[in-house]
């Protein structure tokens, strides 16, 4: 019987991208990406020998799975963010570009006095924190998250980067007593991506089915995580000390609201597009 004929990896990326036009904003892109990882290539080293390459046999069941709408980061267990190369899961939401405002934010309030103990209070993939010591050096830093299974990613991604001499982790949940301990005293800058979409609120097929809805859904109003969070940030920086959080590009008004009833005066920052996406919260007085 004759072997199979190896079908040219130009000709499949060239299908893939149009059977994945329904699924995908960016088919092509998407495509290549599934390809490169396939080969075990970067992306960039596949596209100047393509015309030499043959598809490889895993390629079909990932083409598969982001046909059926799984988020590319999670086929390909990485997502970039800052500088770095982050490893994700299911078990962690997928790092958003958005989600960089709040690392110029904190470089910008800090530029003259940088800080020396972090914390990133849900870790998830560890993003935050391991961005904020890559800003700054002279920092060490706790990622909290009340999933072990999200720690144990985030732990992978501080070795990635080498970063895991400065970057310890703790399990612990906002939401039960003496969380706080965990944290090991008064801290300069506190990072924070709490869940904040509202419990009904529409989400794209890819969000919804893959992500987990514990990082995702705050309540009716998106709100109840900040509502436990924000009247404890005060008794936890030290003096001088910020907390930045993340909001949705509607909660400005209500979270600062919150805030300043707890003593935190509220700056807004916003991403790219233009929309609110995080909070500088100061201690008053």
Known sequence: MPDKIARPAAEALRDAAK??????????LDAELLMAHALERSREDMLLR????TVPEEFAALL???AA?????YILGTQDFWDLTLDVTPDVLIPRPDSETLIEAARDVFADNPPRRIADLGTGSGALLLAALRVFPQAEGIGMDASA???AVARGSAERNGLSTRAAFA???WRQPGWADALGGPLDLILCNPPYVESGAALPASVRGFEPHSALFAGPEGLDDYAV???QFASMLAPGGIAIVEIGHEQAEAVSALSAAHRLAAALRRDLAGKPRALVLVPEG
């Not at 059977?19 to 960016?26: I, K, V, Y």
């Not at 393509?50 to 390459?53: G, R, V």
């Not at 709408?69 to 980061?73: D, S, V």
């Open 19 to 28: 059977q994945l036009t329904a699924s995908s904003p960016t088919p092509r």
């Open 64 to 66: 598969e799975r982001r």
């Open 171 to 173: 399990l612990a949940d």
């Open 69 to 73: 709408g799984e988020p590319i980061a």
């Open 50 to 53: 393509l015309p030499d390459l």
């Open 229 to 231: 969070l924000i009247p």
């Open 149 to 151: 299974a999200a720690l």
